[in-house]
């Protein structure tokens, strides 16, 4: 090929390059993977959820005032006012509520301990009108490894 050449150009019936500049294939996605395409739409701001966002300011203002008063002695990570706010924000302030309840309940010094994310998706025996069925009341769910006492 001569210097007159045509400049290379790229492909326009791949996947186009996300945000890093690589190219990824959605067909190769895993289920924990952030940037999968889902059928589930993206959720609310929270500002455009009243109750969610009152619940975030409250525990906000636990943050800020009397959590620093108790001292940092959380038995697990994410603490659990941090917990129970991720809990609200992703399945709602009733079911979110009251896993965020049940982490509360079981932070004490012969409750369970260690990495503690809220769960993905709400559990199957969930319903509304028993929402404790979804809470984990005990840290049998809790891998050992990550104990933190």
Do not use: K, N
């Not at 890093?20 to 500002?47: F, I, K, M, N, Y």
């Not at 008063?69 to 659990?80: E, I, N």
């Amino acid at each position: 090929m001569g210097a007159h050449s045509a400049p290379a150009v790229p492909p326009t019936d791949g996947p186009a390059p996300c945000a890093c500049g690589r190219h990824h294939d959605p067909q190769s996605r895993t289920v924990g993977d952030p940037l999968a395409p889902s059928a589930a739409p993206a959720p609310l701001p929270t500002a455009r959820r009243p109750v969610r966002f009152l619940a975030h300011l409250l525990i906000r203002t636990y943050q800020l005032t009397l959590s620093g008063l108790s001292g940092r002695q959380c038995r697990h990570l994410p603490t659990c006012s941090a917990y129970t706010d991720e809990a609200i924000q992703r399945h709602g302030f009733w079911a979110g509520g009251w896993i965020g309840l049940a982490r509360v309940v079981r932070c004490h010094p012969w409750g369970s301990s260690g990495f503690d994310p809220v769960p993905a998706a709400l559990d199957p025996t969930y319903r509304w009108w028993a929402p404790w069925r979804g809470a984990r009341w005990t840290g049998r769910h809790i891998d050992p490894a990550t104990r933190l006492d």
